[in-house]
């Protein structure tokens, strides 16, 4: 099992731009993500989702899908059509590092 799943790792590690970090995705979301989405991931329209904690995989996926007009969305479409992978994986890596507790009514 073990010697399945170390190259399914590798090509996993390398599939990411080498110089993505959450850091960098912090600073892209203050300057593009924060109006709509926050800079903590909790949306601030009410048409907007939250972000927070939400997969890397997912939210990269969403993100070339509105980039490459797989998915569409007035707002969205604008945002990502300039973004580059190594900025996509960044932002992606800085709104699943955000921790998120749910509470569920009685
Ligand atoms: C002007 C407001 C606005 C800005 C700025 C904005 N978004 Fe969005 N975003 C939205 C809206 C609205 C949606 C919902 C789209 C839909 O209904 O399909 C959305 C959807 C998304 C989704 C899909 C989430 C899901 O649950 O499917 C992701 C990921 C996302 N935005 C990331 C970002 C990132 C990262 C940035 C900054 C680079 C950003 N957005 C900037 C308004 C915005």
């Known amino acids: 099992m073990r010697s399945f799943i170390v190259p399914i790792l590798m090509v996993l590690v390398s599939a ?14 203050k300057q593009k993500c924060q109006v709509c989405h926050g800079i903590d991931g909790i949306a601030k329209i009410p048409i907007a989702p939250h972000l927070a904690g939400e997969s890397q995989i997912y939210l990269e996926t969403q993100l070339k ?10 707002m969205m479409t604008v945002v990502a059509k300039d973004l580059k992978d190594n900025e996509i994986t960044s932002l992606a890596q800085w709104y699943n590092s955000i921790q998120i507790t749910a509470t569920v009514p009685e």
């Open 16 to 29: 990411v731009p080498a110089d993505a970090d959450p850091a960098a995705g912090k600073k892209i979301a």
């Open 65 to 74: 899908a509105f980039r490459n007009g797989k998915r569409e969305h007035e």
